[in-house]
């Protein structure tokens, strides 16, 4: 499938250099101007990156879903499994505040109040998301629980969690979810830094439920980033259709390959994107006019993989006390609860 040029080449090519640089915090998170001036960023570094949360436009959320059905992809089942089982004592009745930070569809939150059953209490939720689509998801699954107050934020961790540390809260303890592996993104000093940030604004007694995908043989994890169907690969590419879509780029898709690595120094699996070719793309929006070599990479994800003792260190390292940590049979993923003494 190619996709459809935006405007015309000539005049693409003549705004092409023009687009000024301006300083990061003048653009607000989520909007056109933010995306253009972090490709721009990104894509001119070497090597080339493009930041992982660009991933999830409305396609891009739903091609994810896609992924956490995929019987490669075991990390969200898994999950679901571990909070059904332990939902009893992961929200009982202390918990009067529950804030999910990246929730996706909203299945697991709901899966977690459905199974906590008459365990818990009357619950605020408040959910950030930087899709839309995932924020209206959310709301859907929630939309069962009468007694729950759902307020929605879309918007990225950091700015959710600046609202939310000055916002009035009630009694009673504050629930933060960080699930689905999310904090594999960040790399070691950005991830230590965030759940600092984390552990700020929450009082004695709060909590937050972290869940993390534990390291595993390595063709397995291959599989779950390069699955047979290619579905990851549609969610990888899509990132090119956004830019062509959002930023009146010329990325040709079929010039770009799926391509995944796993790091074993670092712990992490990599996506890229592969230029199968040597090639030119103009990002007018963003003041690009790039040159590929055949072979050069577009980095656009780092998934780290966690040992459950690690978990444990990164959590006590940020100020955290650990109240529990529990594990799938397979020993493929972990849900560790962490509490602000
Ligand atoms: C949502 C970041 C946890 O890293 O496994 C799935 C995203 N990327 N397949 C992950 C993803 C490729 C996912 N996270």
């Not at 992961?90 to 109040?113: N, Q």
């Not at 699954?141 to 000055?166: I, K, N, P």
């Not at 030119?280 to 929006?285: K, L, N």
Request: proline share 6%; glycine share 8%; hydrophobic share 40%.
């Amino acid at each position: 499938m190619r996709p459809t040029p935006a405007i015309g080449g000539s005049r693409r090519r003549s705004t092409a250099r023009r687009s000024p640089r301006r300083p990061p915090a003048l653009e607000p998170a989520g909007s056109v101007a933010r995306f253009a001036m972090d490709v721009r960023h990104y894509l001119i570094q070497s090597p080339r990156q493009l930041p992982s949360r660009y991933l999830y436009d409305d396609l891009g959320s739903v091609l994810f879903e896609a992924i956490c059905r995929l019987p490669w992809y075991p990390l969200t089942r898994a999950e679901m499994r571990l909070l059904a089982r332990h939902a009893p004592q992961i929200l009982d009745r202390r918990v009067t505040s529950i804030v999910e930070l990246g929730a996706g569809s909203g299945l697991k939150l709901s899966a977690l109040i459905r199974a906590a059953g008459a365990h818990r209490g009357r619950l605020d939720a408040h959910i950030v998301d930087v899709s839309a689509t995932a924020l209206a998801g959310t709301r859907r699954a929630l939309a069962e629980f009468h007694d729950l107050r759902v307020v929605t934020h879309e918007t990225t961790y950091e700015t959710g969690l600046e609202a939310l540390s000055g916002a009035p809260h009630a009694r009673g303890r504050r629930l933060m979810l960080f699930l689905g592996s999310n904090i594999g993104n960040f790399d070691p000093e950005g991830r230590d830094r965030f759940l600092r940030a984390l552990r700020g604004p929450l009082r004695p007694g709060d909590r937050l439920l972290l869940g993390v995908d534990l390291v595993k043989p390595m063709r397995d994890l291959m599989l779950a980033y390069d699955d047979p169907l290619g579905v990851t690969a549609a969610f990888n590419r899509n990132l090119l259709t956004r830019i062509n879509r959002e930023l009146w780029a010329d990325f040709v898709l079929d010039r770009f390959a799926h391509h995944v690595a796993w790091n074993a120094d670092r712990g992490r699996i990599e996506m890229h994107l592969r230029s199968t070719t040597a090639q030119r793309v103009v990002i007018p929006a963003a003041g690009l006019d790039l040159t590929l070599r055949k072979g050069e990479t577009i980095w656009t994800e780092s998934s780290y993989k966690y040992e459950t003792g690690g978990v444990v260190d990164m959590l006590q390292r940020a100020g955290f006390g650990v109240v529990a940590q529990w594990t799938d049979a397979a020993g493929r993923f972990a849900l560790t609860l962490a509490e602000a003494p």
